[in-house]
């Protein structure tokens, strides 16, 4: 029963494809193409958890400046702090 192909020759095939990738990731690592997972994961990790404590910390400090305001006062003081948190966001200085 031949197909045209051998076991041999499949494997063969299999093997320099698997080589090809390989060659094309390492290539892409070391021309800064590719990032290693752990250490994004790591870093996204630790951005989200700053975002988490800065944005848990809101309303210590509306809370402080927010005694005996206004409602109209206490929404710019909201919308400041919103707007700091955002902008540091934007500006990566987590």
């Known amino acids: 029963m031949p197909t045209g192909r ?7 095939l299999a093997k320099e494809q698997a080589l090809a990738r390989l060659r094309q990731l390492q290539t892409g690592q070391l021309e800064g193409r590719l990032l290693d997972r752990e250490e994004v994961r790591a870093q996204w990790a630790s951005a989200f958890a700053a975002l988490r404590d800065r944005a848990l910390g809101m309303a210590d400090r509306i809370s402080s400046r927010g005694a005996g305001r206004s409602a109209e006062e ?4 909201v919308d400041a702090e919103v707007r700091d948190l955002l902008s540091v966001l934007s500006r990566g200085d987590l």
């Open 74 to 77: 206490l929404r710019t003081i």
């Open 6 to 12: 051998s076991a041999i020759g499949d494997a063969r």
